[in-house]
């Protein structure tokens, strides 16, 4: 265990960044998990807000260093496919 004052604390502040930062990540994973599944229920209304609400998210823990831009932009991407090709799906079935 650290002896210096100053190692304490910043033992002390990581502590709180690594608590701060598996919320962040558990919150952006239940969204993404909400988002494929309304993705699989072809609900593609549903799944059209939900997607604006989780890039939100994503790009919110960029603000608060939890992810880089390119591994959240990667995420945002790949998430915004899948709801388009739902709609793409919908509409050749129309």
Do not use: G, P, W, Y
Not at 73 to 87: G, N, P
């Amino acid at each position: 265990m650290a002896q210096h004052k100053s190692a304490i604390k910043a033992h002390k502040q990581s502590l709180k960044r690594a608590l701060r930062n598996k919320s962040t990540k558990s919150k952006i994973k239940t969204f993404t998990k909400k988002l494929e599944q309304l993705v699989e229920s072809k609900d593609f209304e549903k799944a059209k807000s939900t997607l604006s609400q989780v890039e939100s998210v994503i790009m919110k823990s960029v603000t608060k260093k939890v992810l880089k831009l390119n591994t959240a932009s990667r995420k945002v991407s790949r998430l915004a496919k899948k709801v388009k090709s739902l709609d793409i799906s919908t509409a050749a079935k129309a």
